[in-house]
């Protein structure tokens, strides 16, 4: 019987998917910064880039130097690329991605695409089955939560609550993302995630052979140092 991996393997394997997590957020970070000015206070997109570095344990001082970059040479190079496409079965994937080298991200998305049976399109060909939203996910397992989450959220400007077996998803326009996340605070709500991303409208049912290789795609396209952010709408299973 063969071994499994050794502590010290699985510790490495850890640390570098730690490590690109960070590269991604600390781009996030400067990117945002650089384009909407480096006060978080004024500056949603900078507050929700430092919040999910803070919720993986980013160091300060590292986001304070992603903050400084903002400003230099490097960030100014960079820019924001999105992508749309098919994956296996013609599921529609939304692909965001942050470089200082489009010829090089677009050769690499590309391929991985490719290599998992789907193709790029063309801009607009497949956003229009997504909304951009903000969620939260939020436990309301207590008696009354659900009531107590739902007039909070709603009074706060949220467009819809929606609750099932002991937890709650709110969803809310990306205007209205930072007032519901206070106002669920206030609630005493704290959301397991909370994000501003690409919903799909309606999800579409792949195989256990297409939803494999979807998995797959989707692992290789995180690994791409450009890619920030995909969103699909398969239904696949947790």
Known sequence: MGRGPSIEGRKNAADASRGKLFTKLIREITIAARTGGPDPAGNARLRAGIDKAKAVSMPNDTIERALKRASGEDAAKMEEIRYEGYGPSGVALIIDCMTDNSQRTVADVRSALSKHGGNLGT??????????????????SKPGSEDKLLEAALDAGADDVQSDDGESLVLASPENFEAVKKALAAAG????????????????AVNAEAAETLRDLLDKLDDLDDVQNVYHNAELAT
């Open 123 to 140: 801009s607009g060909s497949v956003a229009f089955q997504f909304k951009h939203v903000g969620e939260f996910f939020v436990d309301t």
């Open 189 to 204: 709500f704290a959301p397991s995630k909370a994000d501003v991303i690409w919903r799909p409208d309606n999800r579409t």
